[in-house]
């Protein structure tokens, strides 16, 4: 790959650029998310369809409209261009990725499919890089504490993602694509939803994705191997719905994906990759009890499986957690009550370790309140669990409407983050007294949204306590740990300010985000690795007629790859263009141009990233 630039050229202007886009909008283009179209529910903030307007928690909403028009191929590559969220990765689209809400880490942050919590209990976070963004139908983004609704980890926010459903008249759709590094894509799925009292929703939708790759690591690296490191993803998920009578429904929901990725562990000829499996399975009946009482049961179960094989051997590691859910929600008036019981038994096996498992029985209420210009919301959580013990948590939130479009913000709560099974019991490294991390959180937000303008603008200040990092030197038992160990001996300050804007103009619409974040371990008063204090996205679109697309820029400056801040990761900028063309109402093609320039640029120390690359695709829909 060639270089065309030193670290930091241009970061200076994009930041000050996506801050003029913002800036150049009047008070009247304030608004909460930075996409055209306003979606009118979301569900992930308080675990019930809410209009978007009176959410009281910052959130953005990738609908399947948006992730189509992206032409984006992988996950991790979309959610890095969304406000308030950064990503590592240690090489190509199939190697280990971390995604970070507001400075936090992976691990303190929760994941869910279509409501079913996935992750590791081992390493802790969701395998970013197993998720297929082919089988996803829509994305939310809650940013800030959510433990009173999702117990443990939920410190920086959620992301949850919604695979596709039935509806409408049966369709079946085909789509195939090529592209870059030997990248091969090709998916189908069929979906549909019958009439009448007993009315019956379908969707089945599998996908194979492989790609030959580049090598992960560059020549610096003491791990590197200048093979080609690819990755084969195949996926399958679905839904089926039924309504038994007016008000009453059950169903399942499942995805599952496996992946296979290569990467570098050192210059062998062994063929180092991991083997990859995360599913989501579940079973619900949703009935409405009362007219004003709707009762959720749902039983879930999350997988996350992992073999790893490398020159240093075979290790092998899963999690699955089973969840039981009894969520009843009661409307009082233009007020909604919710009493949630809930318990999650966390079974792990692990070839580092012996390991159980371990339970969490939770108990929460919640209330939204909306009074003519005043929403207000207040929620109670405690997490009993068999390994780590109870845990309390609160949330508090108020908006007021200034006027119709105008909002402004403000709630505190806080959150915990349970201590991983490596960092509990992995040998000569885990300390089994490790206490949950514990999350202190005040924001305040403006947004206002008027017509195709909007802005939004949040400032956020979360204390973490308690913060699980390596010890060099072991406060307990050190000649058990003469290597070090994880203990709980530092805290985290993660604070910032998150702006979102856009506007539309004819058939354009501009759009940018800038986030200005300070997350700090205040222990050692350092930088908290692999995240930039200023990073944003500025794009120009256009839609009209069968043809849209739009040109865009990410940007980061510089960070520093480890916790000591010795090692500095360079700023970038990058520049990718891409389109669809809607050929009849059956046949659409549609490409994507990514790091137009051929920047030269690290997302993890010693590990590479792709060069410029394109890929094309044609999707085909019988209706």
Known sequence: MTSTRSSDVGLLHAPLLAAAIAAAFPLSTLAQQTDAALPAVQVTATRTPQPVRDVLTDNVVITAEQIAASGQTNLVDLLQQQRGLEVSRNGGPGTAASVFLRGSSNVQNVVLVDGVRVGSSTLGGATWSALPLSQIDRIEIVYGPLSTMYGADAVGGVVQIFTRKGERAPSLTVGAGLGSYGTRNLDAGLSGATGGEHAVRYSVNVARERAEGFSATRPQSAFYNPDKDGYTRESASGQLGMDLAKGHEIGLTFLHSRLEGEYDAGPSTVNDRSISHVGAYSLYSRNQLLPNWTSLLRFSSGLDKAKDISAYGIDTAKTRQDT????????????????????????????????????????????????????????????????????????????????????????????????????????????????????????????????????????????????????????????????????????????????????????????????FQNPRDETTDL????????????????????LSGGIESRFASRRYDDGANSTTLGGYALLNLYANYQVNRDWSVYGRWNNMLDKDYALANGYATAGSNVFVGVRYTLR
């Open 324 to 515: 039981f859910t009894w969520q009843n929600d009661i409307t009082i008036g233009s007020d909604l009550a919710q009493v949630l019981l809930e318990r999650r038994i966390e079974h792990v096996d692990s070839s580092n370790f012996n390991a159980d498992s371990r339970a969490t029985n939770s108990i929460a209420a919640s209330y939204q309140m909306r009074r003519g210009a005043h929403l207000a919301s207040a929620s109670l959580r405690n997490d009993d669990s068999s390994q780590y013990g109870s845990k309390t948590t609160g949330n508090l939130g108020y908006g007021y409407r200034i006027t119709d479009a105008l909002r402004v913000n403000a709630s505190a709560g806080t959150s915990f983050r349970a201590p991983t099974y490596n960092e509990l019991f992995f040998p000569g490294y885990g300390v089994p007294t490790n206490r949950p991390e514990r999350g202190r959180n005040v924001e305040a937000g403006v947004y206002y949204e008027k017509g195709s303008d909007r802005f939004s603008a949040v400032y956020y200040r979360n204390r973490v306590s308690d913060l699980i990092v390596y010890a060099g030197e072991c406060p307990v038992s050190p000649a058990n740990y003469p290597f070090g160990c994880a203990y709980n001996v530092n805290q985290a300050l993660l604070t910032g300010v998150t702006l979102g804007a856009s506007t539309r103009f004819g058939p354009y619409t501009l759009r940018g985000s800038l986030d």
């Open 527 to 546: 930088l908290l690795p692999r995240r930039a204090k200023r990073h944003g996205t500025v794009a120009l679109e256009y839609a009209a007629g069968a």
